[in-house]
């Protein structure tokens, strides 16, 4: 590739060796990239504080063709989300956000739309005061952009219609299971009739209207289950979720 330019996010970060610094993107032309910053955790290293979690920036690096780790030359903040670090709920939430795109895309595969979701749901969760509605609007759109949208309209077992009674989110159907049918399925969770119906209108409303509808008591529903359903896309529990429960747990009535 030799040396290329392209917007991208900051979606995760590690030293490396003495004084370098690990980073991984998630870029608009290219996907999910890892790069060296040379000396970056060195003082008055010309990085700055430019290579933290969530920032967007314009990336210039170089592709020797011979690892898999990029060189970093530049990056120059374009927005720094630095809000989205200064709150631990929003922190929580974002952090969900950029771990979904780390875990769940393979490497170098572009997916304009999903860089394009990426962005829009950090700016959501710095600017619209309710976190946790971002973070659920970008799972349900995220999910369905790498093609695991979820059938709401039948079982996938029998292909009953939908609604019936007890209804379940099969995770390796891909879809709504009745009872008898969730019970001979290997990953299946109840959902309840109104978390179905928040969840077909969270994916057909536009973002602005996803990110505002009252959805009354029905977010730790539907954000558990979304988890659920990215955990097994993944084949392990999402990190970031048990820092959010720790963190309900340790802020009682507080934000969930
Ligand atoms: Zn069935």
Do not use: N
Not at 14 to 21: A, K, Q
Not at 38 to 48: E, L, N, V
Not at 73 to 85: A, E, K, L, Q, T
Not at 238 to 247: A, D, I, N, Y
């Amino acid at each position: 590739m030799g040396l290329e330019k392209t917007q991208a996010v900051v979606i995760g970060r590690r030293g490396l060796g003495e004084s370098d610094r690990l980073v991984t993107f998630y870029s608009r032309r290219f996907g999910k990239i890892h790069g060296v910053a040379r000396a970056a955790r060195r003082p008055r290293s010309r990085f700055g504080g430019a290579l933290e979690l969530f920032t967007l920036g314009e990336l210039v690096f170089f592709d020797t063709g011979k690892s898999d780790l990029l060189r970093i030359d530049h990056f120059d903040i374009v927005h720094p989300f630095s809000r989205v670090r200064d709150d631990l709920d929003r922190f929580g939430h974002a952090s969900w956000i950029v771990e979904c795109v780390a875990r769940l895309t393979a490497e170098q595969d572009r997916h304009r739309a999903l860089y394009g979701l990426l962005v829009r749901g950090l700016r959501a969760v710095e600017t619209s005061g309710r976190p946790a509605r971002a973070a659920l609007c970008f799972g349900v759109r995220g999910v369905e952009a790498l093609g695991h949208r979820p059938r709401l309209d039948v079982c996938v077992g029998c292909h009953r219609s939908y609604p019936f009674p007890q209804a379940h989110l099969d995770l390796d159907g891909g879809g709504l299971a009745c009872a008898a049918c969730a019970r001979e399925a290997s990953a299946a969770l109840p959902i309840s009739a109104a978390a179905v119906g928040a969840l077909d209108r969270l994916r057909t409303l536009s973002w602005d209207e996803a990110l505002a509808t009252p959805l009354p008591g029905l977010e730790p529903e539907l954000a558990s289950v979304l988890d659920a359903h990215v955990s097994r896309l993944i084949g392990q529990p999402t990190r970031t979720r048990r820092f959010l429960r720790e963190l309900r747990r340790l802020t009682p009535g507080g934000r969930p």
